[in-house]
């Protein structure tokens, strides 16, 4: 009886990675940066607070005057002036973040405490209904009360969690993305090696 030797090497197709082949190197070091600035981020997390907030409030304040000067491009239009009003707030919200970014970091926290208990219940009822159907019910459930734990610590502690839930997110976001692009940049190093031997 014969046996047969397979090799566990996957073969990456070469559609997927395209040119990022050649340039793997410049995203594992943006991956790196992530992860160092995620890994700052838990020891600043007042700064990384302070900053995205301050870069919301941009946002608002930038995308609210490029409204404002479309609606000039809009004459004749029925809705012009709800137009002007919602490039207006978008304006005075920018202003505001801008001008007292702690009070608006303690207000975006309360918010995302309340998202965070509602997304909860829902994971829950949500949960409850699948029971019947779905073996793994249970992580939606447990899911679901996390959330509402999350929400309630944040509030228990709100407003002093204000100066730091966001950049806390902030940076736990930065960790996940930079681990995740440097497997990327390396799936695509180890797909240009397997181009190289094939070659």
């Given at each position: ?13 070469d ?39 301050l ?44 001008i ?18 509602a ?13 019947v ?12 009360l996390v959330s ?52």
């Open positions: 009886m014969s046996s047969i030797s397979h090799s566990t090497q996957v073969v990456i197709p559609t997927i990675f395209g040119a990022l082949k050649k340039n793997w190197g410049w995203l594992l070091a943006l991956g790196i940066v992530s992860i160092i600035l995620g890994t700052l981020g838990f020891y600043m997390t007042f700064a990384f607070t302070l900053t995205s907030v870069f919301f409030g941009v946002l608002l304040l930038v995308g609210g005057l490029s409204q404002l000067v479309h609606t000039l491009t809009c004459k004749g239009w029925k809705s012009v002036l709800w137009h002007v009003l919602i490039a207006l707030l978008y304006i005075a919200a920018g202003i505001d973040i801008i007292d970014p702690v009070r608006a970091s303690a207000v975006l926290t309360l918010v995302l405490a309340g998202i965070l208990i997304v909860g219940l829902l994971r829950i009822i949500m949960a409850l209904q699948l029971r159907a779905v073996a793994g019910w249970y992580w939606s459930l447990l899911s679901g509402i734990l999350l929400g309630g610590m944040i509030i228990a502690q709100w407003p002093e969690s204000g100066l730091w839930v966001i950049g806390l997110f902030v940076a736990i976001e930065l960790l996940f993305s930079g681990w995740s692009t440097i497997f990327v940049a390396l799936a695509a190093r180890q797909a240009a090696l397997q181009e190289t031997v094939r070659a």
